[in-house]
């Protein structure tokens, strides 16, 4: 698809993902609006190309937003990504379903062509099927599951009322340059400042990581899918389980320190085992991951300097 003066609104954009896919469209001449409330997203990931609104997606302003800006395509990644703030209390995430709902309901008015939806793949929760296709059940151990779930199926139901054309990805844990949440930007931050990182549990968690490059190529992929794809649901992950430990251990050998993670007792709300399968997206638009974990892991440390 040629993006030259295409009108995209990235909501989340200043946030890890969200700031990724943003430069890649505007490096192929997009033009792209944010909105971002700057919670946990940084005002430094933002590109200087694309107008920028400081804005919560729940605010009713965000109508004049669309108003003005007449986005075609819509990628929606703001969403509380604070799973145990939210497993403290789940009305964190009524923000995100709310605002999710603004967004819906001013691409409808506004006549927006198709809107792409950063899901996870954490609404399978701890399905022992693995690696997990996009057909498996809904399977919640958190709010945050329960709230992009929510938003996967009023997705649907604006499709099924005005035809409103929708993608949804349901990614892997997404990793790479400029990442600042999660467990593994702290083990990255502790480690290479000569500290010990906190491991909750025993260290024995799986998660199936997939780098940004490689999700981002997904996210302008999406631009290709046809807007009457049945069931436009596809999972972006490696198919491979890496447990916490090995994580932590293959950083500390890249970054030649000594591993001995702090062991916590376990948290409520966390998912034991993860990996998605990939091939349905393989199958039918070629996509794959090309970044194997040592790679990533080695690219992402150099990129911020450590190496």
């Given at each position: ?20 896919t943003?430069?890649?469209l505007?490096?192929k ?7 971002d ?8 990931n ?7 609104y ?34 403290e ?13 603004n ?5 409808r008015?506004?006549g ?9 793949g954490?609404?399978?929760?701890n399905?022992p099927?693995?690696?997990v ?24 139901f604006?499709?099924?009322l005005i035809?409103?054309p ?27 400042a000569?500290?010990?990182?906190e491991i ?44 916490l ?22 948290r ?16 039918a ?23």
């Amino acid at each position: 698809m040629n993006l030259k003066d295409k009108k995209f609104l990235v909501t989340g954009g200043a946030g890890f993902i969200g700031s990724h896919t943003v430069d890649a469209l505007i490096k192929k001449g997009a033009n792209v609006t944010i909105i971002d409330n700057l919670v946990t997203g940084r005002k430094e990931n933002l590109n200087p190309k694309a107008k920028f609104y400081k804005m919560n997606i729940a605010d009713p302003k965000i109508e004049e937003i669309f108003k003005k800006e007449r986005p075609e395509i819509i990628y929606h990644f703001a969403f509380n990504v604070l799973v145990p703030k939210s497993v403290e209390d789940p009305l964190v995430d009524m923000d995100s379903i709310s605002g999710s709902l603004n967004i819906l309901k001013n691409a409808r008015k506004y006549g927006v062509k198709k809107i792409i939806f950063s899901s996870s793949g954490f609404i399978y929760g701890n399905n022992p099927n693995l690696p997990v296709k996009e057909t498996e059940s809904f399977e919640p151990v958190s709010p945050y599951a329960i709230a992009k779930y929510a938003v996967e199926n009023y997705l649907r139901f604006f499709n099924k009322l005005i035809g409103l054309p929708y993608l949804i990805f349901r990614y892997a844990a997404v990793y790479g340059p400029g990442q600042v949440t999660g467990a593994m930007s702290d083990y990255i931050r502790k480690l290479a400042a000569g500290k010990q990182a906190e491991i909750w549990g025993d260290g024995m968690k799986t998660r199936d990581y997939v780098y940004i490059d490689d999700a981002v190529r997904a996210n302008l992929l999406a631009l290709e899918v046809p807007s009457n794809y049945p069931d436009p649901v596809f999972n972006i992950g490696t198919s491979i389980e890496t447990t916490l430990n090995e994580i932590y251990w293959e950083i500390a050998k890249i970054l030649k320190k000594d591993p001995r993670p702090i062991y916590l007792p376990d948290r409520a709300g966390e998912q034991v085992r993860y990996s998605l399968d990939y091939s349905k997206i393989k199958k039918a638009f070629g996509w794959q991951p090309k970044y194997n974990l040592e790679k990533g892991l080695k690219s992402r440390i150099k990129a911020e300097g450590l190496l």
